[in-house]
């Protein structure tokens, strides 16, 4: 699986729109971009994931660029409550041979501010 | 709520003592894991069960011995643990055969070696 670089920290006002940004140079064609967050003393949350397409749920967006080589996951009011460390994995889909696998890097620590 | 359940939430034992920890998954998934997250580290993965077998051991000392007995219950079994054992460990459970499944994690189990 490729691997994924974040900045290891960011902060955020709370309201505003936190953009929080992946490099994946390595990207293979049939790997998906995933999105988990982990708030102290809980598991990781699973946020949103992606092929090419942009992607939006009701937590927030994923904006893959056209080359697939970055992403930016976008969450569009931050709160207090979202501070936590957000990770960005890239894994091949399931039917491709692979167990399912994540392979965890140490994320983005986003503290959002009042 | 994620659909994951593990128990304890935490659990403090001796190196010479056999405990078990539970995981369960009312999500209806084919797939479970392991992981285990160390102070300051990234998550590691250790097993995955893929419709109960077991398809990848992350090299896990013997003294990690995990059960699946269907695919709803995912057990760890540990004995003889050594201090560096001390950790949160996490279940997790995928549909897995379908494009881009996601992970589910429970809360963890806090586990201290005395």
Known sequence: ?114 | ETGVTQTPRHLVMGMTNKKSLKCEQHLGHNAMYWYKQSAKKPLELMFVYNFKEQTENNSVPSRFSPECPNSSHLFLHLHTLQPEDSALYLCASSQEGGAGAPQHFGDGTRLSIL
Not at chain 1, 14 to 29: D, F, K, Q, V, Y
Request: hydrophobic share 30%.
């Open chain 1, 1 to 114: 699986d490729a691997k994924t670089t974040q900045p290891p920290s960011m902060d955020c006002a709370e309201g505003r729109a936190a953009n929080l940004p992946c490099n994946h140079s390595t990207i293979s064609g049939n790997e998906y971009v995933y999105w988990y967050r982990q708030i102290h003393s809980q598991g990781p949350q699973y946020i949103i994931h992606g092929l090419k397409n942009n992607e939006t749920n009701e937590m927030a967006s994923l904006i893959i660029t056209e080359d697939r080589k970055s992403s930016t996951l976008i969450l569009p009011h931050a709160t207090l409550r979202d501070t936590a460390v957000y990770y960005c994995i890239v894994r091949v889909g399931p039917g491709s041979g692979n167990t399912g696998k994540l392979i965890f890097g140490q994320g983005t620590t986003l503290q959002v501010k009042p």
